[in-house]
């Protein structure tokens, strides 16, 4: 009988539905055997290790409850190939709004700076900025971009957003299209870029592009490690030419990169924060679910967050 492991817990209601309506599988939560990894076709976890897919010579789907692949051995996977990899991709729209404003009032009520009891009181007061008269461009407009692009015109900003077809956003007062970007950097007080999920807006913060950001501005960053340079990145941090720059990433080599900056503070880099507190309800189960139907009558096409 085919093995399916449950890796990650699963409510107990959930177990039984499984059972339920898949008796022809057996699902387990823990592997005791040596057969029982023989016998195993489908994983319902987050890690997978090259030795324990060595043991699984039977393995063809991977269905990870996270959008995080980093514990999965993925090149051992892409030389077997024959195992599917799908992933649970949540959107976190009010947490990166959440924390996009935190990061923004940071930077410009100086907290950073008093905390550390850096430089002059009155200087420091003086320095202090406002969301009324200043501009915020948000690049990427999908579910948590236009959750910062809301909450930033609530808070007062100047909303311009950048999608692909330059189409109208309720939360953005203009939007343009990817070829004006370099026009507008320079005149934003605040670039958020929310690229961390499938993004059609190809940009790449660059050396160029960093070096058209006008001095004081923030720069709020939620994106994956291939949309930015972070050698420039670094370069701009050291010549302390912008107010701040908040780095939410938990890319182990994003956060090795940065580590001897932390301590500068208008740098702030943070783990993936902006995705808590974890949504509640079970859209990993049921997109699981979902998926085994579709694998068990061979329509791999309609699989959903199909990755591998």
């Known amino acids: 009988m085919p093995t399916v492991y449950l890796r990650s ?27 029982d990894w023989e016998d195993l076709e489908i994983i319902f976890g987050d890690e997978l290790s090259t030795e324990e897919l ?10 990870l409850p996270t959008d995080n692949q980093s514990c999965l051995c993925k090149t051992a996977i892409n030389l077997r190939e024959s195992v599917l990899v799908t992933v649970t991709e949540e959107m976190y729209g009010a947490q990166v709004a959440e924390c996009a404003a935190a990061a923004y009032f940071a930077f410009a009520k100086n907290l950073c ?17 406002s969301p009324k008269g200043s501009i915020w461009l948000q690049l990427g407009l ?28 309720p939360n953005c007062h203009k939007v343009f299209t990817p070829n004006e970007i370099h026009s507008l950097l320079s005149g934003a007080d605040v670039i958020s870029i929310c690229c961390r999920h499938e993004c059609e807006v190809e940009f790449v913060l660059g050396a160029g592009e960093l070096s058209l950001i006008k001095d004081e501005a923030i ?19 050291k010549r302390e030419r912008v107010r701040g720059i908040f780095l939410d990433s938990d890319d182990p080599h994003l956060q090795a990169l940065f580590q001897p900056h932390k301590s500068n503070p208008r740098f702030l880099m943070t783990p993936n ?21 579709q694998y068990l009558h061979g ?3 309609d699989m959903e967050t199909l990755v591998q």
């Open 299 to 301: 329509n791999l096409a």
């Open 54 to 63: 060595k043991l699984a010579p039977q393995l063809r789907w991977v269905h």
């Open 9 to 35: 817990p699963i409510a107990p209601q959930e177990f039984d539905q499984l059972k339920k309506e898949f008796p022809h599988l057996r699902f387990v939560t823990q592997m005791s055997h040596q057969r």
């Open 142 to 169: 999908d579910e948590e971009g236009e959750a910062a692009a809301k909450c930033a015109k609530l808070l007062g900003f100047t909303v311009y957003g950048v999608d692909p077809h330059g189409t109208f956003s």
């Open 219 to 237: 720069l709020l960053l939620f994106c994956t490690p291939d949309r930015l340079n972070s050698e420039a990145l670094i370069d701009l941090i």
């Open 113 to 129: 700076f008093w905390k550390e009891g850096i430089g002059n009181s009155e200087e420091l007061l003086k320095g202090i900025q």
């Open 273 to 293: 924060i902006s995705s808590y507190p974890k949504a509640t309800g079970d859209l990993a189960y049921l997109l699981f679910r979902h998926n085994l139907r």
